[in-house]
């Protein structure tokens, strides 16, 4: 199917993952959280499709179309060439996209679908791996026979699980996954799997009022409610694609009252965490055996890769410490086990950005090319530089001298 034209569903960032849009006869199926924002997301695509003039297809097989139109409302008006369609058989959306003939279908969603008649299904287990795959295999059919580009909108649940739609993947042409935290407004959409071009574009939206609006600048976003100089803050820039973002990782530290300390990870990965910790447990005199230690991506983001140790390493110290790492300053690198920092990909792109946010200083693996213009790039070949460099272990006294520091937990 290469070479032939993709339909530009019209909302921005989905074209942008799809590389165009959708491609006639292509299955694509939509996966993330429930709340997550999926059904705004196909929503706004048909409805910017139809007014566009072309005739569109909803099958709601979850929410009546009241519900739908509800929705609808938030986001402007609907125009009348979208067809909302309360059904949950695929009989009858194969049935309604051969006599309207659509020139996009979307179902919503396949967990709650059902083959025949509608009959059968209350009696099978609802979401049920076979049935899913059943369902998704007849409208894969169907988009096939009919050449109308079919989305198929499928639930995650929280656990990573993709309860049907992980056993979907590989009978669909393209697979997408919405991502983000409910709770901010922030939303990731990556392709999975894309049969009709490359997987590393990331389209980034925002949730609001009036349904999903691109966002040219997350910094914004991510950095917006940054309270400059608080203990235990560190900036860091990650990769998504091939979009940098810059945001902010904190740390918190408490005195533990358990043998075994609590680590807690929100966006970052527990396993590197623990290394990081460890690391620093060796490498310098900062008590992390003693504190619990709770870490968290501020906006709802992923920085589990290990481009972000250093981050984490700098963000816990300083919440040991007391002492604030400098507002300006971004911190990129991986740490190793003998508490080398390490080289991480893309680094340049990373400061750029960084610099773009209005970022000033760097600190940065030795072997790091020169820094953009204007940013005073830090090198060093390990934690422990790092911190001596922010003052970060000057003030850790050793045993026997706890009375010169500022952090409570350690005076
Ligand atoms: P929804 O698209 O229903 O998520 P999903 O289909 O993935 O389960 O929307 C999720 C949330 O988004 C819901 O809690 C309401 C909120 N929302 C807005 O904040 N603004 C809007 O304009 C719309 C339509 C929804
Ligand atoms: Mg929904």
Redesign the pocket.
């Known amino acids: 199917m290469q070479g032939v034209a993709a339909i530009p569903t019209g909302v921005s960032e989905l074209d942008r993952v799809l590389a165009g849009g959708l491609v006639p006869g292509s299955v694509t199926l939509l996966g ?1 959280e ?7 997301l196909v929503l706004q695509a048909l409805a910017s499709r139809a007014a566009a003039g072309s005739r569109v297809l909803l099958a709601s097989a979850e929410e009546s179309a009241h519900q739908v139109r509800r ?1 609808a409302d ?2 402007g008006d609907i125009p009348g060439e979208l067809l909302v369609l309360p059904v949950t058989s695929v009989a009858a959306i194969e049935a309604a996209v051969d006599d309207t003939r659509p020139e996009l279908v979307v179902v919503d969603s396949i967990q709650s679908v059902v083959a025949g008649d509608g009959v059968a299904a209350r009696s099978a287990a609802s979401g049920s791996v076979a049935r899913v795959r059943e369902c998704a295999e007849l409208l894969v059919a169907m988009a096939k026979r009919t050449d109308v580009p079919t989305v198929l909108v499928g639930h995650v649940t929280k656990d990573g699980s993709l309860a049907g739609p992980r056993a979907l993947e590989h009978l669909v042409d393209t697979v997408l996954s919405f991502e983000g935290d409910r709770h901010h407004a922030l939303r990731l959409l990556r392709a999975v799997k894309h049969r009709f071009g490359p997987t590393g574009e990331i389209g980034l939206f925002q ?5 999903l609006a691109p966002v040219d600048d997350p910094a914004r976003l991510l950095l917006g409610d940054r309270r400059p100089g608080a203990p235990g803050g560190t900036v860091v820039a990650v990769l998504e694609g091939r979009r940098t973002l810059v945001a902010e990782l904190q740390a918190l530290v408490v005195r533990s009252t358990t043998q075994q300390p609590r680590r807690a990870a929100v966006g970052l990965d527990l396993g590197r965490l623990a290394m990081t910790l460890a690391v620093l447990q060796r490498h310098t005199d900062l008590p992390v055996r003693m504190v619990d230690v709770f870490t968290s991506v501020v906006g709802g983001i992923r920085a589990a890769e290990p481009a972000a140790d250093l981050a984490v390493a700098l963000a816990v110290s300083s919440a040991i410490t007391g002492v604030p790492v400098p507002a300006d300053l971004v911190a990129v690198g991986e740490v190793g086990l003998t508490g080398e920092v390490r080289q991480v990909a893309d680094l340049p792109r990373r400061l750029d950005e960084s610099a773009r946010c209005g970022f000033t200083r760097a600190i940065v693996p030795r072997s790091a090319p020169p820094g953009p213009d204007g940013m005073h790039v830090v090198r060093v070949d390990s934690v422990g530089q790092a911190l001596a460099h922010l003052d970060l272990v000057a003030l850790v006294p050793s045993a026997g001298a706890r009375g010169t520091c500022p952090g409570t937990l350690l005076a």
Do not use: D, E, F, V
């Open positions: 993330g429930p709340g997550i924002g999926k059904s705004t929705r938030r986001l949730m609001g009022a009036a349904g």
